[in-house]
């Protein structure tokens, strides 16, 4: 019986983002509806974490807005990692802040994180008309720092922003040479804020970058479907699975509702999957 591993967002840092990103609601540039805040107290973290955990989630991403890590980030996300650690021990935990160096990596590896999470995005030509405030050669050097560190490293890209078909699989292509452990693959989410108007795949063309990612990077422990999947395999879920795909994300997203955890859980068990209890499953 094959296994799937089901993962959580916490967004403990909310719609503070100085930087342009054209499909970001975080970017406080684009003035999006969105919920904001500061840092999240660290035991409404908890409590949220043991939740995500009791309805099978076995990794957990704490996500901050803004273009990286500063002191006070990295503190409060080290603090909070060894809280949850002491609490939760079996919970893998990820961060996704953005940049950042070997120094502040190693500190939050030391306090208790396990993976850090910085996507590509796109591919290198693409990606200055989906952001000028930063450059993609920064994000593939915070990937590198990342694997430096001795983290696990995750990261991935969003579909469907007008790219075109090269550009897809360019972004396959510098994301298998960097041996990721883990690949989550979004699909643009549209908000009416934001500047790219619509999202620009479909149905059939997100199955083949599932398998096309699973044929590139065969010795991925994870490859994760996550933002879009409500919209574009909502009852089709095992397409995904059949395509190489063995991860979803639980629950909501940064800023975006996803489904009910209970629902994908009684979905996975009608089509005959097991939810990961450890990261060695197969």
């Known amino acids: 019986m094959r296994t799937i591993f089901l993962c ?31 840092f999240k107290d660290p035991e409404t973290v908890l409590a949220e974490a043991r939740r995500a955990r009791s309805q099978g989630a076995l990794g957990y991403c704490l996500v901050t807005a803004g273009r990286g890590l500063d002191d006070v980030k ?6 909070t990692a060894q809280r949850l650690t002491e609490e ?14 070997v120094e502040q990596l190693r500190y939050l590896k030391v306090h208790g994180i396990q993976s850090y999470n910085h996507n590509l995005e796109t591919s290198q030509r693409y990606y200055p008309q989906i952001c000028t405030t930063h450059s993609w050669e920064e994000r593939y050097a915070t990937c590198e720092a990342v694997k430096s560190a001795g983290l696990s490293l995750c990261s991935g890209g969003i579909f469907g922003m007008g790219e075109r078909p090269e550009d897809r699989l360019d972004l396959l292509e510098s994301l298998a ?14 908000n009416p804020a934001l500047p790219i108007p619509e999202r620009t795949i479909g149905h059939s063309e997100a199955l083949e970058i599932v398998r096309t990612a699973a044929r590139r990077m065969p010795r991925l422990s994870i490859l994760m479907v996550a933002a879009g999947r409500e919209a574009l395999f909502s009852g089709r879920e095992k397409e995904l699975f059949d395509a190489g795909a063995n991860a979803i994300v639980l629950g909501n997203y940064l800023t975006t509702e996803g489904e009910a955890p209970d629902r994908d859980r009684r979905r996975l068990e009608e089509l005959g999957y097991t939810v990961a209890e450890s990261c060695h499953a197969s």
Do not use: M, W
Not at 74 to 79: H, M, P
């Open 177 to 190: 040479e960097l041996h990721p452990d883990s690949v989550p693959l979004n699909f643009y989410l549209p």
């Open 88 to 101: 939760i021990p079996d919970l893998r935990l990820i961060a996704c802040n953005g940049t950042a160096t």
């Open 8 to 38: 959580a967002i916490n967004n403990v840092l909310s719609g503070s983002c100085p930087e342009d990103c054209k499909f970001c609601t975080q970017s406080a540039r684009y003035r999006a509806r969105i919920e904001r805040y500061n």
């Open 74 to 79: 990295t503190e409060y996300i080290a603090r």
